[in-house]
């Protein structure tokens, strides 16, 4: 499995976790993981080898690390992060529903860029528009269920206004069918807010409080948080450079135009979910509207179901606020691990009568 398959598997089962308020930046992780390598001695296995062989081989891990960290920052110090910044700026002057004048790469320069298939190029138009959804999504509200494993599910109600970064969603945790979290989130003006109704506890972020580098990213991944498996979904990777075994209808869903795919996940791309797989993608838009992958069961080990949904029909601007009032402030790791069983409750935590709107 390629580097960055594995990278969406590791964000996928971060999401599963105490892990899943934080989000993954894909180039420090790759930076991270090279470095790791690098203080571990050796990338091969050497136990049945002699030592000559040993050194000459060592010689040629260091010089293809050497050389693969050197093209990872030579392409990071290329990156246009100051042009984002500009853009940004410049998008926010627009009217709402205008398409930003920027190429897609511009607008989101931390994205991997896709390779076309000369081969299928109608199939590859389907993963480039659900890749890139979010250039195509100004607002949308709606409600899905995400099943990531037996026994496990997550519901999900959302508002997202892409355009002037807003986001407000509910994430609720249910376990063998019983509740056990629940979660208010907010995202505006660039401030973070999330409160759990359980513990009666809350917790505000802001660009400068959170562990990000790059702050565009830090807004783009808080405008997208809790709906990224529907908009610019990481589950394209079923489907890209996978086009020989998949195939696709036209039809309709929830009033929308939609392709209906029906194919197998194959076991290089991933063993867990080897096996047959259906998805349904908005023609116009890209989101993903439905996904089933079975495995080698004749139930879904993995399912996304949405329940209802509208995509650029506005959100009311009354939708995005969160009070905080009687809850008790905690700070970013003590909120993130307050779920945890047997966690004992730290001192120190602030009572508060605030509330953003």
Request: glycine share 6%; hydrophobic share 30%; net charge negative.
């Amino acid at each position: 499995m390629k580097m960055d398959d594995k990278l969406k598997c590791l964000n996928s089962s971060m999401k599963k976790t105490v892990l899943k308020d934080l989000n993954v930046d894909k180039r420090e992780l790759k930076r991270n993981i090279l470095q790791r390598s690098k203080n571990r001695g050796t990338i091969f296995n050497f136990n049945s080898i002699g030592k000559w062989t040993r050194t000459v081989t060592s010689a040629v891990s260091i010089v293809i690390l050497c050389f693969v960290i050197g093209i990872l920052g030579f392409s990071e110090e290329l990156s246009p992060d100051k042009q984002q910044g500009n853009n940004n700026q410049s998008d926010k002057n627009e009217t709402p529903q205008q398409a930003p004048s920027v190429t897609q790469e511009e607008l989101y320069p931390w994205e991997d860029k896709l390779k076309p298939s000369k081969e299928y190029p109608d199939k590859f138009q389907i993963v480039k528009k659900m890749h890139y959804s979010n250039h195509y999504v100004h607002t949308a509200q709606g409600s899905y269920e995400f099943f990531p494993s037996p026994g496990g599910k997550n519901k999900i109600e959302f508002y997202v206004n892409f355009d002037k970064h807003m986001n407000r969603s509910i994430h609720q945790d249910f376990e063998n069918g019983k509740l056990k979290e629940t979660l208010h989130y907010l995202f505006k003006d660039e401030v973070m807010l999330r409160k759990k109704i359980e513990e009666k506890i809350f917790n505000h972020k802001t660009f400068e409080k959170s562990h990000h580098q790059d702050k565009d990213y830090f807004i783009h991944s808080s405008t997208g948080k809790f709906t990224g498996a529907i908009f610019d979904s990481e589950w394209d990777f079923l489907i890209y450079n996978n086009y020989e075994n998949w195939s696709y209808t036209e039809g309709e869903k929830f009033g929308m135009p939609a392709y209906f795919i029906e194919g197998v996940v194959t076991e290089d791309m991933s063993e867990g979910l080897a096996g047959p797989f259906t998805m349904v993608i908005a023609k116009e838009t890209g989101a993903l509207l439905d996904l089933k992958a079975y495995g080698q069961s004749d139930e879904p080990r993995l399912s996304l179901t949405i329940i209802n949904i509208q995509i650029n029909q506005g959100v009311l601007e009354e939708v995005f606020k969160l009070d905080v009032t009687g809850y008790k402030e905690m700070p970013n790791f003590d909120f993130n691990i307050s779920g945890i069983e047997n966690y004992q409750e730290k001192p120190g935590g602030v009572d508060t009568s605030s509330k953003i709107d």
